[in-house]
């Protein structure tokens, strides 16, 4: 016979309640893709495990960039203008997307995971699928992280007084330190489908 159900009812509600916290939290962050055109200093950006909320878009932007926007009344008045435009709008969601679309199906996973968990019957063999795609997502979300933060700031470098620039924003460890978390994750699911496949296969030899 399949895994059964192993959770106590306490156990089992606890787990379905913080599912629906890490679904509500997939669902706010879709929200704040949806509404990233219209109101960029809502973005949170995320630098591996360390979120800041900025105060504008221009807070992204090297120092010395800043300063120079920030100097002149003219400058900071075509950046904003610049901004606002329709297609940087639409290239702003299309740069949040990039990191927060795999970060909102990480925690889709793990929601539906432990919902799954909460349940009855082969509670297990249902929940590990799901945590093996929100593995994936973390692996993609560590990798496409700092491309989106460069994304970003190379989107706004043509309003500023210095012209359009490359900018790459690469911190190695961060990068390791998110990536190696993920794949840890994902061997460990990917062990234990393969100890529950493993129990179904001997049962029915059984």
């Not at 800041?52 to 008045?77: H, K, M, N, Y």
């Not at 539906?112 to 993609?140: F, H, K, M, T, Y």
């Not at 700092?146 to 012209?163: D, F, I, K, N, R």
Request: aromatic residues 6%.
């Amino acid at each position: 016979m399949p895994a059964t159900h192993l959770l106590t009812s306490p156990k089992a509600r606890i787990c379905r309640v913080a599912g629906g916290f890490f679904l509500a939290a997939a669902l706010c962050l879709a929200a704040v893709i949806c509404l990233a055109p219209a109101a960029p200093e809502l973005l949170a950006l995320c630098n591996g495990p360390h979120c800041e909320v900025t105060e504008g878009p221009i807070d992204v932007l090297p120092r010395e960039i800043q300063t120079q926007v920030r100097s002149s009344p003219d400058a900071l008045a075509r950046f904003e203008a610049y901004r606002r435009r329709p297609l940087v709008r639409v290239g702003a969601l299309g740069v949040a997307a990039v990191s927060l679309v795999p970060f909102a199906g990480l925690l889709f996973g793990v929601g539906l995971a432990l919902r799954r968990l909460g349940g009855g019957g082969d509670a297990l063999g249902q929940a590990l699928p799901w945590l093996r795609r929100a593995s994936l997502a973390a692996i993609v979300w560590a990798l496409s992280s700092p491309l989106a933060e460069s994304l970003e700031v190379m989107l706004l470098y043509p309003g500023t007084p210095a012209g359009a620039h490359w900018h790459i924003v690469l911190d190695p460890k961060s990068i390791m330190t998110g990536l190696m978390l993920a794949v840890a994750a994902y061997a460990a699911v990917w062990a234990m489908e393969a100890g529950v496949q493993a129990q179904r296969d001997l049962a029915e030899i059984v």
